[in-house]
Antibody, heavy 118, light 111 residues
Framework: EVQLVQSGAEVKKAGESLKISCRVS????????IGWVRHMPGEGLEWMGI????????RYSPSFRGQVTISADKSINTAHLQWSSLKASDTAIYYC???????????WGQGTLVTVSS | NFMLTQPHSVSESPGKTVTISCTGS????????VHWYQQRPGSAPATVIY?????PSGVPDRFSGSVDSSSNSASLTISGLSTEDEADYYC??????????FGGGTKLTVL
């Protein structure tokens, strides 16, 4: 069974840095794209970016390029999403999700709530 | 930037059929796969249709998907509606070779 387990909720102040994680088990980590999706309160889903852990090929939405960094650590089957300087507008639930047999997000993490105070 | 436009909300009675549209802002939506996700409150999204019209195992055949090149849109159709279908539904596709996008989401109410 493929499982994506995300790190716990975070409460941070504006200007602080943050790195959240998504640990994958149940399939070959290096062979499937993993992406990150933002869900702001009362808003829709936003596609942030995606990484192929096998060669670290990373694609970003133009809206998020330069705002976040997506990475993958093959040694621990974990993908990361990080910010160097948080803003209050980064307050949201962040989901990681992985491709499976097709070209869609077949497997999802439980979400990580990030709360940023100004 | 490429956008996918969905109706903000739809409502229908139990047992009826509803169709949710997803219209591309430019180009040809038929050039790339369209996927559909269901998200219930407090839960992560889950795929109900992938690659235009494929249904994951475990998703009832009441759910179907299609793409219409003439209107540059994709559609998710749910028949035999039940209250358990109440959720937000999102379409997703590529907006370039390196980026993807979700539609704005449609809130389905079954009443």
């Amino acid at each position: 069974e493929v499982q994506l387990v995300q790190s716990g909720a975070e409460v941070k102040k504006a200007g602080e840095s943050l790195k959240i994680s998504c640990r994958v088990s149940g399939h070959l980590f290096t062979s499937y794209w993993i992406g990150w999706v933002r869900h702001m309160p009362g808003e829709g889903l936003e596609w942030m970016g995606i990484i192929y852990p096998g060669d670290s090929d990373t694609r970003y939405s133009p809206s998020f390029r330069g705002q976040v960094t997506i990475s993958a650590d093959k040694s621990i089957n974990t993908a990361h999403l990080q910010w160097s300087s948080l803003k209050a507008s980064d307050t949201a639930i962040y989901y990681c999700a992985s491709y499976g047999s097709g070209s869609h997000f077949e497997y999802w993490g439980q979400g990580t709530l990030v709360t940023v105070s100004s | 930037n490429f956008m996918l436009t969905q109706p903000h909300s739809v409502s229908e009675s139990p047992g009826k059929t509803v169709t949710i549209s997803c219209t591309g802002s430019s180009g040809s939506i038929a050039s790339n796969y369209v996927h559909w996700y269901q998200q219930r409150p407090g839960s992560a999204p889950a795929t109900v249709i992938y690659e235009n019209n494929q249904r994951p195992s475990g998703v009832p055949d009441r759910f179907s998907g299609s793409v219409d090149s003439s209107s540059n849109s994709a559609s998710l159709t749910i028949s035999g509606l039940s209250t358990e279908d109440e959720a937000d539904y999102y379409c997703q596709s590529f907006d370039s070779s390196s980026s993807q996008v979700f539609g704005g989401g449609t809130k389905l109410t079954v009443l």
